[in-house]
Each structure stands twice: as C-alpha cells, then as structure tokens.
C-alpha cells in the first residue's frame, strides 16, 4: 500500500477507503470470513472488529474484460468507482501510474473458472497464532466443494511460506511497473491429492 498511497500522513485513511470499497463490491455475491481473537465468528464481536477476515468474490470466470487496475464497478450504484475513489485520494496522475502498474496482474490471471483469495488479513496484535490459516480454510472448502482452483495475488514475499503450507504454488511474478513492488501469483489446484 504504500506504493499506492505514498503519504504516510493519508495512508491509513485511503487504505481504508480504497480496500474498503473493494470488500463492499466483493461481498455482493460473494463471501467474507471472519474470525474473533478467540477463532470463533467474528460478526459477534463488538465495536472490535474482527480479528482476521478473509474476502472471496464471486467465483471468477475467464477474463471478460474487468480490468485489474480496478477500473471495473460494482452492480451497486451507490458506491463510487474503485478507480474513481483512486483518482480523488491521489490524483490523475498518480491513479494512471498505478493502473499502468496494477495492468500486469492480467497476465497472471488464470483463464479457467476459479476461485479467488481477494484479501486474506489478521490483525498484528492477533498473528502467528493460527488465525490466518483458519480464516481461509472455509474458502478453500468452498473452492474444493466446487471443484475449483484458487488464485490470489501478493506483494509481500513473506506471504509465500503461509500460502505454500495451504497448498499454493506461486504460479507466476510480475514487477508492477514503473515504480512497483513485485507481485507474485499463486495457486492451489481443483483437487488435493
């Protein structure tokens, strides 16, 4: 994020802003997980939050033109485009670079039906304690029940191990130019032998 959002002083507000509008088109259709720190449903925590969350849209058909940079929009009219929101946090200039940037996920994109980890996150104070893992698994048995595989995408080269031990293999690797952090893609297949 703080490629996207290079001013530490707006950071935390435009990520929430910015993410916050990507969990509200996912969940349209889709699935969000949650966790308490006890790893029990996190919809029964209080003004908290929960502790991990996962977001799984809507099983993912062959690219059909939705850009990756994030261009697409969501069937609710209310909220705002995602590369709207984008252009009014960091300007034209900056939100063109980054959507040049954010174009070279499209070549890590599967072109079968699968699913997709959008956002797997726990919150710091609540790490290393199996919450990650657990806030995943349920989307993971959904994908198998559906015989799908599962693609996801990261920045953060210390996210491999994690996903590895969930059964992912990266899959391929993208610098996300001109000034971008590597991404790496991974996927974990239909059926785990």
């Known amino acids: ?31 969000v997980d949650t966790l308490d720190a006890d790893g029990g449903n996190g919809d029964t925590l209080g003004t908290d939050g929960p ?29 705002p485009t995602i590369s709207g929101l984008l ?28 699913a997709y980890l959008h956002f797997a996150a726990v ?20 994908a198998e029940q559906a015989g799908l595989g599962v693609h996801l995408e990261t920045t953060n080269q210390d996210n491999l191990a994690f996903y590895r031990q969930l059964g992912f293999e990266v899959s391929g690797e993208v610098h996300l130019a001109p000034d971008g952090p590597t991404m790496w893609a991974m996927w974990r297949d239909p059926v785990r032998g």
């Not at 991990?52 to 058909?61: C, G, Q």
């Open 87 to 114: 252009v009014a946090l960091v300007g034209q200039s900056r939100a063109t670079e980054v959507g040049q940037g954010l174009a070279g996920i499209r070549r890590l994109t599967p072109t079968t039906p699968h």
């Open 51 to 79: 502790a991990a969350a996962a977001v799984w849209p809507a099983h993912r058909e062959p690219a059909s033109g939705t850009s990756a940079s994030g261009s697409a929009t969501s069937g609710a009219s209310a909220l």
């Open 123 to 142: 919150a710091p104070e609540q790490q290393r304690r199996g919450l990650g893992r657990r806030v995943v698994e349920p989307g993971l048995r959904r």
């Open 1 to 31: 994020m703080t490629w996207i959002f290079p001013d530490p002083a707006t950071r935390l507000d435009a990520v929430a802003a910015w993410l916050g509008l990507f969990v509200e088109t996912d969940a349209g259709g889709g699935n």
